[in-house]
């Protein structure tokens, strides 16, 4: 028998530390699902003591899924593990991870605290968090820059005070493979009592590594992987869930561990999760770009054709690649619409949340005949947008393009209930839209990233676009579909000046110090 390697998923906490990455509770629900739809073995739900929002999301994560552990994070501070505790209560099974930093300069500039009181307080964190839970786990933040001496003793008296789950983070991204598998070896080596726990390992992208960096552990001994569908995460990401998850299985002849994970979820959670948070994939990024099962060269598709396993190492359908299924027409009734939601794992807070999304459905499928599983999820995803920040709304757009003439564009909004109209020029019909809205919200913000992708294929299929909005310092994501791309980039443009009317405010764990 293969010893299980956990898959601890931190998309909702690492992967929305990603600036604009933000994600609403009913985006979380939705994505937390999924995950549980994966097998994943733990899901780190968030940090309730960041803010309100968060709490709640924790909360409502941890009242909805039964077979995944639901993880909170918090510092090493008594009402960070406090908030931890409570926004875990009811969940099937919790888990409590706390962290402290341990590498010189965290202590000395980021803490400013000794060695001897960040090992006394890791200490009582743990004690803390063994009130909520025993399923408790602690990591030493920047352990890839720390000296191991001290991690040996800090994670020694962990331990003890009862923590079950070690996780070592290159939090910096900082670690080469081979030095990153040695500290795993050396720990788990050096550490009395290092057979009780389960040793974690949770790396940064910094350098392109933190795939290599988290399975070079693997084998040496770790058995937990902390990872994001698509690497997202702060900066640069954290290691990939995906491509963990599939060298794993792939190389079974080399790693002497496997995961519990359906791997056939793993393309549909890639997307639900792009889809809500607007990171779009890379069409080469390793198993769930769009070319990453595509065989251009003609010598490649001789190969493939005559023989498979010439040039795949991996189906694509393992992967859950060609999910990409007709399910609903113009003709299909409101059941068929809310089992094929049911299906997907989709719940309408109500039966007017789901009479608001037919109805989305039916002006969608006047414009387009063929609706895929992906067209449903990017308009309930706007569904909730729509529900949960309205200041700004779009009520219409008239955008007029022609060769030799000047793109124009007339738009009304209203903004909290009032209508307001204005039209302008621009470069393009997009350009023009845009500053037309911006005339009217004067909101003095920095467009940052404009992207439009399809949803589905072909001409008929729904554009979906990105729109990144920085102001003071603040980053928002705004996302928006239609089968129009200047209609879409408006929704879009409205729906990231709304997050930023919003003010959510939250704090970083890793910014804060104790
Ligand atoms: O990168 C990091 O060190 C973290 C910890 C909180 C585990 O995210
Ligand atoms: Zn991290």
Not at 56 to 81: G, H, M, N, Y
Not at 345 to 370: M, P
Not at 464 to 493: C, F, H, M, P, W
Request: net charge neutral; with cysteine; hydrophobic share 40%.
């Amino acid at each position: 028998m293969k010893q299980r390697l956990i898959i601890f998923d931190t998309t909702l906490r690492d992967g929305e530390q990603s600036p604009g990455a933000s994600m609403t509770r009913e985006e979380k629900v939705r994505i937390a699902k999924q995950l549980e739809r994966m097998r994943v073995d733990v899901i780190e739900a968030g940090f309730p003591a960041a803010s309100n929002g968060d709490f709640e999301s924790v909360q409502a994560v941890a009242k909805t899924i039964k077979d995944s552990t639901v993880c909170a994070l918090a510092r090493a501070i008594e009402a960070d593990v406090e908030r931890a505790g409570t926004a875990l209560k009811g969940a099937a099974v919790a888990r409590v991870h706390t962290f402290i930093a341990t590498s010189p300069i965290h202590m000395q500039k980021k803490l400013r605290m000794s060695p001897e009181q960040v090992l006394e307080q890791a200490v009582k964190a743990v004690q803390w968090a063994r009130k909520y839970t025993d399923d408790v786990e602690f990591s030493p933040e920047d352990a890839g820059r720390s000296e191991v001496d001290f991690l040996c003793r800090v994670l020694e008296a962990v331990i003890k005070a009862g923590a079950k789950t070690l996780n070592i983070p290159d939090t910096v991204g900082y670690n080469v493979p081979d030095q990153f598998g040695k500290l795993i070896r050396q720990l788990r080596e050096r550490i009395p009592n290092s057979d009780k726990v389960v040793f974690s390992v949770h790396c940064h992208n910094d350098l392109g590594l933190a795939v290599a960096n988290s399975l070079s552990a693997v084998l040496q001994g770790a058995r937990q992987v902390e990872c994001t569908i698509n690497g997202l995460g702060e900066r640069a990401g954290n290691a990939a869930l995906e491509e963990i998850v599939m060298t794993v299985r792939t190389r079974q002849d080399i790693f002497p561990c496997d995961t519990r994970i359906d791997t056939t979820q793993i393309v549909p959670a890639s997307r639900l999760v792009a889809g809500i948070t607007g990171f779009t994939v890379q069409p080469n990024k390793a198993i769930v770009g769009a070319n990453a099962f595509a065989h251009e060269s003609g010598i490649h598709q001789d190969g493939v054709l005559k023989h498979r396993e010439t040039y795949e190492i991996m189906r694509a359908e393992d992967v859950g690649w060609g999910a990409n299924k007709l399910v609903l027409g113009k003709h299909s009734g409101r059941n068929a619409f809310k089992n094929r939601l049911m299906e997907l794992g989709i719940e309408l807070e109500s039966e007017e949340a789901v009479n608001a999304a037919f109805v989305r459905f039916k002006e969608l499928a006047d414009k387009k005949h063929e609706i895929f599983d992906e067209d449903l999820q990017a308009l309930v995803s706007q569904e909730a947008a729509a529900h949960v920040q309205e200041h700004y709304k779009l009520v219409s757009l008239k955008a007029h393009s022609e060769t030799g003439k000047q793109p124009y564009a007339s738009v009304v909004i209203t903004e909290a209930g009032k209508e307001r109209r204005a039209e302008s020029n621009g470069s393009g019909p997009v350009d023009a839209s845009f500053k037309a809205i911006e005339s009217i919200v004067k909101s003095g913000t920095e467009l940052q990233l404009f992207s439009v992708n399809n949803i589905t294929t072909g001409t008929e299929s729904q554009g979906e676009v990105t729109v990144r909005l920085q102001k003071g310092g603040r980053i928002v994501n705004g996302l928006g579909a239609d089968t129009d791309i200047v209609v879409a980039s408006a929704k879009a443009y409205i729906s990231a000046l709304n997050k930023l009317h919003s003010k959510l405010e939250r704090i970083n764990p890793q910014a804060a110090t104790v």
